[in-house]
């Protein structure tokens, strides 16, 4: 297994070709017939033009609440992984501060104006901005692919939880709730929903079980609202024991477990709303698309013997007879956001603080970028690569390993143009 993925490979017309192992590209670099074309994913491009066909490359989404599983594979070898970090979070919290800014405004009875309310109207489809964030990055890093590798179809993980059967286990097809899948969509939806620990002592790292919070003994259900997770020692000292009784010393845990068995799954509900968006998005590209479910990739997963990682699961989405993992160290995307158009920043109270330039480009270079500087005078010589922060007076800092301050433009060149994503491995 090799620790670095697959290098992507053009030719001189920007045809994608079959992936190349790092030492081949090195190789072809070292010789002069290729030239790096992009930095992230590590793109290379031949001096020359490839007529044949090459090889066809399946990719695979894992879709995630916050982080997005990528695979590439040619039949049953993953040659390409990565990781995309979503930044819903930070949209729906810069939404919320927004909205009690312009509340509080309102409310000073000033000469802002007033709320306007039922005269707007939503297409159909309309998703969340925090929602709709995920399905445009997602979007975003499957168009690079195609530019970039050889993508003849793509399989899409469809439906995380099936929440209907998971809630009524009887609503249909008792051949396959009966059947290993079924058990597998469960245990994966409860230790999501639990966050992987027993439910009445914390305790994590240890073998759980499936729980009746309300005891079959005792009339209750296998609705996944009655499920919950617990250690062995736990499920053991209640046994059929009403949780009132269990838990009658520790009114606190009671409140918790009660109202948290009830409570739908936040991040399956949000990849829940995506989905359909995200698979008509993917068929808008004209490639085959395909789907599998959650419980199909975790018994992939287990089955093959592979490590709990997003880009692996994307790797066992649908039907997998076998794997061979050719990279272990897969591109972790950060989503970090093309910054504001806000021309003044504003204070707590919503007051302008401070005024920011409008134009962002400094002789060539805006913050953001990663560059390479290589200082051959001066109290700073050597060489630095890292993110730059651009003044408007040309002498920038350089956020590498540590910060370096003071660098000239003139010894900036640079390597890879800001395009709103932090990468590392």
């Known amino acids: 297994m090799s620790n670095q993925n697959y290098v992507l490979v053009i030719d001189t017309n920007k045809k994608p070709l079959s992936?190349?192992?790092?030492v081949t590209a090195r190789?072809?670099?070292l010789a002069k017939k290729a030239a790096v074309f992009r930095l992230f994913p590590f793109t290379i491009i031949l001096k020359k033009e490839v007529a044949e066909n090459p090889e066809p490359i399946t990719l695979k989404l894992d879709p995630g609440s916050k982080t997005t599983g990528i695979a590439l594979l040619q039949e049953n070898k993953v040659m390409f992984g990565a990781e995309l970090t979503h930044r819903g979070q930070t949209i729906k919290a810069s939404l919320e501060s927004r909205r009690s800014l312009r509340c509080s405004r309102r409310s000073r009875h000033t000469r802002y104006r007033q709320a306007r309310f039922l005269n707007r109207t939503r297409p159909y489809g309309w998703l969340a901005p925090s929602l709709q964030h995920r399905v445009e990055t997602t979007i975003t890093w499957v168009?690079?692919?195609i530019k970039f590798a050889p993508i003849k179809s793509i399989v899409q993980e469809l439906v995380r939880f099936d929440l209907q059967q998971l809630e009524n286990s009887e609503i249909s097809g008792i051949e396959y709730q009966q059947g290993e899948l079924h058990g597998y969509e469960v245990r994966e939806y409860l230790l999501n929903k639990w966050e992987r620990k027993c439910a009445y002592c914390s305790a994590e790292n240890v073998p759980l079980q499936?729980?009746?919070?309300?005891s079959k003994a005792k009339g209750g259900s296998d609705r996944i609202s009655?499920?919950?997770?617990a250690c062995e020692k736990c499920n053991q000292k209640k046994g059929t024991k009403n949780i009132e009784q269990f838990l009658a010393k520790k009114p606190d845990i009671l409140k918790r477990i009660l109202s948290q068995a009830k409570r739908p799954l936040k991040d399956a509900a949000a990849v829940n709303s995506t989905r359909w968006a995200l698979f008509n998005r993917l068929q808008e590209t004209g490639l085959p698309v395909s789907t599998g479910s959650g419980g199909l990739t975790k018994f992939n997963r287990t089955r093959l013997n592979l490590p709990k990682t997003h880009w692996l699961d994307a790797a066992c989405v649908a039907q997998v007879e076998s794997l061979e993992v050719l990279t272990s160290k897969p591109l972790l995307i950060k989503a970090s956001g093309h910054g504001t158009r806000q021309m003044c920043r504003t204070d707590k109270f919503g007051f302008p603080s401070r005024y920011v330039p409008r134009n962002k480009f400094v002789k060539g270079f805006q913050t953001g970028d990663i560059v390479k500087a290589i200082v051959t005078s001066g109290k700073k010589i050597g060489e630095y690569v890292g993110?730059?922060?651009?003044?408007?007076?040309?002498s920038f800092n350089i956020y590498a390993s540590e910060t370096v301050q003071g660098i000239s433009y003139k010894y900036c060149q640079i390597v890879h143009r800001k395009d709103g994503y932090s990468y590392a491995f």
């Open 143 to 145: 168009s690079k692919f």
């Open 210 to 214: 499936v729980d009746h919070v309300h």
């Open 226 to 229: 009655n499920l919950c997770l």
């Open 387 to 394: 993110r730059v922060a651009v003044r408007s007076s040309g």
């Open 19 to 22: 992936p190349c192992r790092p």
């Open 27 to 29: 190789k072809l670099l």
